[in-house]
């Protein structure tokens, strides 16, 4: 985000106009009630008000990179504090040495300068502080509209998902071969059938009841995950084998609801699906710097041509972790001979 003064033209004439007047009221109080001369008033008000426009400019930066935030706001507060006061010290004195020089042989102007220092100095602390106030409600005022314009386009998308949703996160195939799974098994091995309706009955209540959450703890996301490995299990048999690794401090991690779903459908669709070999799928978890990681790994046949799809589900992954955390590089893909990998990346709160 650049200067808001410096953006557009016409901004840029305001802020000058606003330095006019100021210069203009610097004026008056000189000639009108401390009886300095005209030259010396037009002088010392030019001096001060062209060397504060400028560096009112550049007083943008330490506002754009000293947040305000509530754990830091004291430190933030001291930070301008020292930066007022350096910066209205070194305005002063710049005025003071060029002024000083100008009319070096006006004793009365020079004592008057002197005499002059401490006033001008609190001056400038108040200037500063005024522009860094201004400068911040500009700043958060912008941020406020960029962070409404993404929840109405997350709101947006997360409507669209709604509609979609049985086609990314419940596959009807999904759900009609474990229902044909079942029919068939309550005659050969009833245990197993009750075994998958319970399985299947839980994860179809889980994925529901998570259609209208945005957010949703790891372990609950896993436990959803397993329901679904395990029905799946038994309908591929030995063709099929799961591995789940969670890092014990991923577990209460807020992720996005249904974020893994779409991952391990892939993962079956070209794996089990096309291949006749055993597929191993491993879903691991861990801490890597300021990302929660979550690896989903699964061999496949490179030599069995893979079956056409829209890639909705990896795509409405990519584009709500960028809408999320407003960062584009959260979800990446890797093949390696016969071996694929999906990447997510959840950011931890700092």
Known sequence: MSNPF?????SLIIYFAIWFAIAQNHFIILYMFLNITFELAVADSLVYNIIYCFLGLGLWYPTR???????KIWKALSNHFMAAVFSSVIWAYAGYFILSNWFADNQSYIQFLDNSLVLRITFGVILYLVLISFYYMI?????????AGHELKMETLLKEAELRSLKYQINP???????????SLTMSDPKIAQQMTINLSGFLRSTLSHNDRQMNKLKDEIANIQLYLEIEKIRFGENLDFNIEINPQCENTEVPSMILQPLIENAIKHGVYESIDKII??????????????????NYDPDTASRKGKGIGLENIKERLRLIYNQDNLLTIEKSENIFTANIYIPKEQ
């Open 6 to 10: 410096t953006q557009k033209n016409t």
């Open 65 to 71: 990179y000293i947040s305000l935030d509530e754990d």
């Open 139 to 147: 700043f958060y005022y912008k941020s406020f509209k960029e962070k």
């Open 173 to 183: 195939h999904f759900i009609f071969n474990s229902l044909n799974s079942i029919s």
């Open 281 to 298: 799928i491993s879903l691991v978890s861990k801490i890597e710097a300021k990302y929660l990681k979550i690896q989903v790994v699964n």
